[in-house]
């Protein structure tokens, strides 16, 4: 039998309007075999996670471009956890100072993708995560 498809909902929260790279990246994914849906920007992390938990996704992912990434994130990751999301990966992108980046793993960020990552340093480590939830 075949591998299942990668399941990915992408997109934005917080007051952040500025799409352009989630958007590149959700044409990579689906490039690459992976079913997305991009939920555009502006949502609240509550309608996210009802998408999610909707959507039966394997993958969220959030771009931020505003600086409120550590705030946003660490809600994102109670609320999955308040709804027993545990297999599905929290993954973030878009302009994230690479300081920041163990302080996100921390709090349950399971990648964190910067400004200029290449489409195989994002696809591969995504299929490689998704594949070890499912075992």
Known sequence: MADKQVKVLLGKIGLDGHDRGVRTVAAWLREEGMEVIYIGTQNTPQSVIATAIQEDVDVVGLSFQGGDHIHLLKKMRELMD??????????????????????????????????????????????ECVARRRK
């Open 82 to 127: 308040e709804k027993k999301m545990d297999g599905v990966l929290l993954v973030a992108g878009g302009n994230i100072p690479r300081q920041h980046e163990d302080q996100l793993k921390a709090i349950g960020v399971d990648l964190v993708f910067h400004p200029g990552t290449m489409m195989d340093k994002i696809v591969s480590p995504i299929k």
